[in-house]
């Protein structure tokens, strides 16, 4: 993986703008971190957010920054490439179904049905509560579509917003889109609206399977009876809830420490092109995104692997009686 030697450089595209501006260190990592952001501004008013007193997007006036939007603010971003992303499983998960034969299998065929053997197997091992028929999909479509997410994380860091920003380097003038992140797990946002559905699924089964009383009485009966259900509900609904939250601030915290590493790492290659040392810094560079890309494969892998085994695990839990 490799950055762009441009890239703490804002380029000025006419002579009634700046020819060009260094970047440092700390407005780099703010500008890499900072979502693309449309909200309700205190005024009433809906627009692209403002960022150092410019708005993101090129063309457009805004009225407020991120932190003045409040609850009403959406990271257009991480929900174009979760959208996109989830668009782009289906439609090869289904030309894949279309094109399948027993005959002579294609290779893509072949992949898929290694993918669905694997998640199956998973699913016979973590589940094994009930025949579910929705927990086979349900496994296979959080295990591809967290790993194609998480994946947006080996692309170079600059490679996206450079080409949205009109090919122009962060933050120029020139450009369209002034902000924009490619990994949507990076964005709290994302990880959590994951594990907000499993809570759901996780509720509708446990009240399904066990009534809404036999619901109430494990988070209130358990571990020490119902003689002691205040000291109980201390315990067990803390916990309870917690888990939840701990699978996606797990799968967050991984993935924006990966990607706040490639940032850093980006950094060596800001003076390129200037001096001899700025070469070495480079090359040096370059090795460390290599290594850390391939450490990070796992990491990748890994995290959706156990997004989804922990969904299965959890779910299983909402099916059996305690």
Known sequence: MESFPHI?????????????????????????LTNLTYGKCPDGA?????????????????????SDMGFWAFQVDTLFMSFFLGICMITVFRRIAKKATSSQPT????????LVTFVRDQVTENFT????????PLALTIFT???????????????????????????????????FKVLPVA???????????????????????????????????????KWMAPINVIFEIPGFYAKQLALGLRLYG??????????????????????????????????????????HILVVVLQAFLFMVLTLVYLQQAHEHH
């Open 46 to 66: 809906w627009s692209f957010a403002s960022v150092h007193g410019k708005s993101q997007v090129a063309g457009t006036e805004a009225s407020c920054g991120i």
């Open 107 to 114: 290779r893509s065929q072949n992949i898929f049905e290694y």
């Open 8 to 32: 703490s450089i804002i380029v000025a595209p006419n002579t009634n703008q700046m020819a060009s501006e260094k970047l440092n260190s700390t407005d780099y990592i703010e500008h890499h």
């Open 129 to 136: 509560a009930s025949k579910n028929p929705i927990m086979g």
């Open 145 to 179: 579509w967290v790993l194609l997410m998480n994946l947006m994380d080996l692309l170079p860091v600059d490679l996206v917003p450079w080409a949205l920003n009109g090919f122009t380097a962060p933050g120029a003038e020139g450009g369209a889109i002034h902000y």
């Open 187 to 225: 964005d709290i946002n994302a990880p959590i609206g994951m594990a907000l559905g499993v809570l759901i699924l996780i509720h509708y089964y446990s009240i399904k399977n066990k009534g809404l009383g036999g619901f109430l009485a494990e988070l209130t009966f358990q571990p020490y009876g």
């Open 254 to 295: 991984n993935l924006f420490a990966g990607e706040m590493i490639f940032i850093l790492i980006a950094l060596f290659f800001s003076g390129f092109f200037d001096s001899f040392t700025g070469v070495l810094t480079g090359v040096a560079g370059i090795a460390l995104n290599f290594i850390w890309a391939v450490f």
